[in-house]
Structures are given as structure tokens and as C-alpha cells.
């Protein structure tokens, strides 16, 4: 580990890993799941549908005007 000169100990982040249970839209609690970070959850399919929800009302509010 590149952190072993501060007592690391990679193991634990592995143990945890195999620990949980990978994230998914459909679960019904995430409090205990593992989300993988090299994946960005802010790109989910219910952010995006949201931000382009609010995008088309303010688009249609605008071309009121």
C-alpha cells in the first residue's frame, strides 16, 4: 500500500468490498450498499430524467415569454 508509513491496512477496504452488496437503481435500502467510484452516480437514469425535466419546464416557461 502507498499509505503503509501511515499504519494502512488495505485489507479492510477489501473485506468490505466483498462485504456488501453492489448498489442498484431498483434497491429499496442503499444504507448498506457498496457504490463503485469509478462509476458516476450523479449520472443516474433518475438524475438525468429529473435535470431534463426541469430543463424542458423552464424552456417552455421561457418560450412564453
Given at each position: 500500500s502507498i499509505y503503509s508509513f501511515r499504519n494502512a491496512e488495505p485489507s479492510l477496504f477489501n473485506e468490505k468490498y466483498r462485504e456488501?452488496?453492489?448498489?442498484?437503481e431498483g434497491m429499496q435500502n442503499d444504507i448498506?450498499?457498496?457504490i463503485i467510484?469509478?462509476?458516476n452516480f450523479r449520472s443516474r437514469q433518475?438524475?438525468?430524467d429529473?435535470?431534463?425535466?426541469?430543463?424542458n419546464n423552464i424552456q417552455i416557461i421561457l418560450?412564453?415569454?
Amino acid at each position: 500500500s502507498i499509505y503503509s508509513f501511515r499504519n494502512a491496512e488495505p485489507s479492510l477496504f477489501n473485506e468490505k468490498y466483498r462485504e456488501y452488496e453492489l448498489y442498484n437503481e431498483g434497491m429499496q435500502n442503499d444504507i448498506s450498499t457498496k457504490i463503485i467510484l469509478s462509476k458516476n452516480f450523479r449520472s443516474r437514469q433518475v438524475v438525468l430524467d429529473s435535470i431534463n425535466d426541469i430543463q424542458n419546464n423552464i424552456q417552455i416557461i421561457l418560450e412564453e415569454k
